[in-house]
């Protein structure tokens, strides 16, 4: 396999494109999941009020490390 320092030395020096410069989304790709989230809807009377609903959601983050299966350890879990 290769190193990713080569990779990041060849991106430079060909086209003089800094890796660690470049946003998530270009270096990690996206990543879709389903998190609760509030919105605010009208209920039968009239009133305003929050409630929860799962909401898809893009990331471009690193998948590899432990901080995201720490924050979405539900992808794990087993259904009950």
Same mark, same amino acid.
């Given at each position: 396999g290769t190193l +990713?320092? @080569? =990779?990041?030395?060849?991106?430079?020096s060909e086209f003089g494109v800094n890796y660690n410069n470049e946003l998530e989304i270009f270096k990690k790709g996206s990543v879709l999941v389903r998190e609760l989230t509030p919105i605010d809807v009208v209920d039968k @009377?009239? =009133? +305003?009020? /929050?409630? /929860?609903?799962m909401v898809v959601q893009i990331q471009h983050c690193d998948i590899i490390g432990d901080a995201f299966w720490r924050e979405h350890p539900e992808i794990l879990s087993k259904a009950e």
């Open positions: +990713s320092r @080569d =990779k990041h030395e060849l991106l430079f @009377d009239g =009133k +305003s009020v /929050q409630r /929860q609903k």
